[in-house]
């Protein structure tokens, strides 16, 4: 069974700064399954990047991500007031079919 | 516009059942996958079950005899129906879905419905 750790678990920055969030997977996946999400309270996840570096429909090209084997990352080039949510990586796989990291908290500092 | 409702999520005692339902609209389930994904209060994501366009089911270890995920075609429903239920099934149960286009991400969710299982 794969486990996707993510780090840091909080990340306290100010608007325009540029984080780099990591997640790293217990063995080698193939990066087509790798996405990322975003989660803001009380709303649904929404889908950000999936295999690994290719954006959803909508989503603005200040986030991109990146990685292969065991480490990928999600980067956001400019921070902006609405990017301050939780983050999750997944990975899609065989057993179980999906598993998430624990999430990245992105909290204005 | 695609849009995923899920709806039947209440208070219900250990031991008892629940059948959680996602109507959608703008997107066909049964042409897609479709997954029920879970957050138990404070916590992270975790998948709980998928459904195939070919039929196909699969399941957390955790749920696995107790929920069942299913379909209705011509309603273009996801169900999911919860026997014995346990108080770590607490959660808000979301549906989500995709096209093969996104490597199996998700990229349609619902707003989610609240299961609370206590006595």
């Known amino acids: 069974e794969i486990v996707l750790t993510q780090s840091p678990g909080t990340l306290s920055l100010s608007p325009g700064e540029r984080p780099t969030l990591s997640c790293r997977a217990s063995q080698s996946v193939n990066s087509s399954y790798l996405a990322w999400y975003q989660q803001k309270p009380g709303q649904a996840p929404r889908l950000l990047i999936y295999g690994a570096s290719s954006r959803a429909t909508g989503i603005p090209d200040r986030f991109s991500g990146s990685g292969s084997g065991t480490d990928f990352t999600l980067t956001i080039s400019r921070l902006e007031p609405e990017d301050f949510a939780v983050y999750y990586c997944?990975?899609?796989?065989?057993?179980?079919?999906?598993?998430f990291g624990q999430g990245t908290k992105l909290e204005i500092k | 516009e695609v849009k995923l409702v899920e709806s039947g999520g209440g208070l219900v005692q250990p031991g008892g059942s629940l059948r959680l339902s996602c109507a959608a609209s703008g997107f066909t389930v049964s042409s897609n996958y479709m997954s029920w994904v879970r957050q138990a209060p404070g916590k992270g994501l975790e998948w709980v079950s998928i459904i195939y366009s070919g039929g196909n089911t699969y399941y957390a270890d955790s749920v696995k005899g107790r929920l069942t995920i299913s379909r209705d075609n011509s309603k273009n429903t996801l169900y999911l129906q919860m026997n014995n239920l346990r108080g770590e099934d607490t959660a808000v149960y979301y549906c989500?879905?995709?096209?093969?286009?996104?490597?199996?991400?998700?990229?349609?969710w619902g707003q989610g419905t609240t299961v609370t299982v206590s006595s």
């Open positions: 989500a879905g995709g096209s093969a286009y996104y490597y199996f991400a998700m990229d349609v």
């Open positions: 997944q990975h899609y796989g065989t057993s179980p079919k999906y598993t």
